[in-house]
């Protein structure tokens, strides 16, 4: 069996922005009421990380956060496509992949500013988002760590043969780690049920991929010394972006291997809020505004005859959402202390054993 995985690359096109046109995708074969959900869920990740920009910024956030601005197509492409008990593994930069799975606004938020209310009790914050209950599961702040884990659940999914696939996304930057060859090797040899998602944003921390990587397309062009297809989509295109997943997963859940998406995307800001991203060329975030994921996928759903007072509804339900987590989160108690010694060990407990 062999699917279609070559007819959404885009092969050897510029890297600087995406090539094609917005109209790319109009005539797919996708139905209304998961438009109007992927307009719904791209709404809510850009509205969700607004506000938690703002609650940084008002210092209410614990610690450092990674936003996912002008990512959101990727996460709510591959979230929307993904079955219920499929498994989702994210970076730190992981809110929209948490939000994508259905976790509820006001727990993500919680976590965020360290509320007992939170998604982990307000242990885990930012960066370390994880709902088993939703098929998150978790979200790593160590480059490259949770290709090898989702390979592991990947393997259980196969040695149960659930039909379950394990999805992990990384970034760009993430291609050049040694566990990033070492767990594409591994699941080929092992035909394991994963997909593995490079959102490629086109800068690491602080330097563009470009300058630090040895071919132009840093998954992509790797996918061969492992014995699998390149595979290239417009990150900014939620369509696009489910399509590939869509097949992506289809592949992997038909026993037939791993398979290695390249999303070309954008963040807009810098790497996390200590960051004001001065590096970036001048003009080079203007241009990629104009392809910005809602701006794109707006344009679509106007073309295709969508009503505009709907899609404004579907936008002022999402920000009074947002304002009602918000305050949830604010409103939320702080953690126990005692609670510090809860959750170390599998029988939650904190003393050591023999």
């Known amino acids: 069996m062999t699917l279609p995985l070559e007819r959404h690359a885009y092969g050897e096109h510029d890297m600087v922005l995406p090539a094609g046109s917005h109209t790319r995708y109009d005539d797919a074969e996708i139905d209304r009421d998961t438009r109007l959900l992927m307009y719904r869920r791209l709404q809510e990740m850009r509205q969700f990380e607004k506000r938690a920009y703002d609650l940084f910024m008002q210092n209410l956030v614990k610690g450092t956060t990674h936003l996912s601005l002008g990512m959101e197509a990727v996460a709510t492409g591959f979230g929307t496509a993904m079955r219920a ?8 930069r992981g809110h929209a992949h948490t939000l994508a799975r259905g976790v509820p606004m006001e727990g993500v938020l919680a976590e965020l500013l360290g509320r007992s209310n939170g998604l982990l009790g307000g242990k ?13 599961m978790g979200s790593y702040a160590i480059i490259g760590a949770h290709l090898t884990i989702a390979n592991g659940a990947a393997w259980s999914a196969q040695y149960r043969d659930s039909g379950q696939v394990a999805v992990c996304f990384f970034g760009d930057g993430t291609t050049n780690i040694g566990a990033f060859h070492e767990a594409l090797n591994y699941a080929a040899v092992f035909s394991l049920p994963v997909v593995f998602v490079c959102e490629n944003n086109q800068y690491m921390e602080y330097t563009a991929i470009s300058d630090i990587t040895a071919v132009r ?15 290239v989509v417009d990150g900014n295109d939620a369509d696009g972006c489910l ?10 859940r038909s026993g037939l291997g791993p398979v290695l998406v390249e999303a070309l995307t954008y963040r807009h800001g810098g790497h996390s809020r200590a960051d004001p991203g001065k590096y970036k060329p001048s003009g080079e975030l203007e ?26 509804e579907i936008e002022r339900q999402v920000g009074e959402a947002v304002n009602a987590a918000t305050e949830a989160a604010k409103n939320g108690p702080l953690p126990d202390p005692a609670s510090a010694y809860t959750d170390v060990w599998a029988d939650g407990g904190h003393s050591w054993r023999n």
């Open 287 to 312: 241009a990629w505004l104009e392809h910005d994921p809602l701006k794109v996928y707006r344009g679509r759903l106007d073309r295709l005859g969508f009503a505009g007072a709907e899609l404004d």
């Open 124 to 136: 885990g914050g930012s960066m370390h988002l994880t709902s088993v209950e939703h098929g998150v």
């Open 85 to 92: 008990d499929d498994y989702t593994f994210a970076t730190y």
């Open 217 to 231: 397309r840093p998954a992509a062009d790797r996918a061969g010394a492992y014995g699998l297809e390149p595979v």
């Open 243 to 252: 399509l590939v997943a869509r097949d992506a997963l289809a592949h992997a």
